[in-house]
């Protein structure tokens, strides 16, 4: 079966990074990049992905946001992020939010991690 990934941030060349590298994986298909709070929101309506790859700051609105406004029936979310404070990681564990990495000690978990996703689904 294969992962479908929605990757939501703003930075064009790391998301152009991240989906070389999910690309990349095998049974892993990115079905979006998209920069913002409302594209993200659509993106998971239309796209349907089994996972959402969530920058916290996006161009408009946060990642936050985005996990509020798709409500608990979303599909899991792996925040990817370079803001990893502590109110920051409550927050997310709060709304539900199943993973929490730092971009600038992470990046190389992020593959992994969701090769470990889609080897559970």
Excluded: C, W
């Excluded at 152009?16 to 998209?34: I, K, P, Q």
């Excluded at 899991?76 to 992020?81: A, L």
């Excluded at 404070?85 to 000690?105: M, N, T, W």
């Amino acid at each position: 079966m294969t992962l479908r990934v929605l990757l939501v941030e703003d930075s064009r060349v790391l998301a152009e990074r991240l989906r070389e590298s999910l690309d990349g994986l095998e049974d892993v298909v990115v079905v979006g990049v998209v920069a913002d709070e409302s594209s993200a929101v659509a993106a998971v309506r239309e796209q349907r992905p089994d996972v959402i790859v969530l920058d916290l700051q996006l161009k408009t609105g946060t990642g936050f946001g985005v996990v509020q406004k798709l409500g608990p029936a979303r599909p899991k979310v792996i925040v990817f992020t370079n803001y990893v404070l502590p109110e920051y990681q409550r927050r997310a564990r709060s709304l539900g939010i199943e993973h929490f990495l730092d971009k600038s000690v992470d990046y190389e978990r992020l593959p992994q991690l969701i090769q470990e996703l889609g080897a559970a689904q």
